[in-house]
């Protein structure tokens, strides 16, 4: 089971933004979000409880994006499949 929290890190640049960052089972970093988060909420009391684990974040070590291991893209396997185009698709469909 994945688990995230709110943790706040320092950009290359000097400033301070808050992520999202996922753990594994062991509690280990597995990645977190490439942008910034920012509070949200569809209620008031949704908008209190997030800037509460923003805040709970600040209490936690700094993190810089160097301390988020970096994953290898998978490469797409090339379908072996026969190409169909739209036209053949509508047909198929009976919208031809």
Do not use: H
């Not at 209490?59 to 797409?76: G, Y």
Request: with cysteine; charged share 30%.
């Amino acid at each position: 089971m994945m688990v995230w929290d709110y943790r706040v890190f320092k950009e290359d640049n000097g400033d301070y933004v808050i992520r999202e960052v996922f753990y594994d089972d062991q509690g280990s970093i597995i990645g977190c979000t490439r942008d910034a988060v920012e509070p949200f909420g569809t209620s008031l009391q949704d908008l209190t409880q997030q800037i509460e684990s923003f805040k709970e974040s600040l209490a936690m070590p700094v993190l810089t994006l160097a301390d988020v291991p970096i994953r290898e893209k998978k490469k797409r396997q090339k379908s072996n499949d026969k190409k169909v185009s739209q036209k053949q698709v509508m047909a198929e469909l009976g919208l031809a």
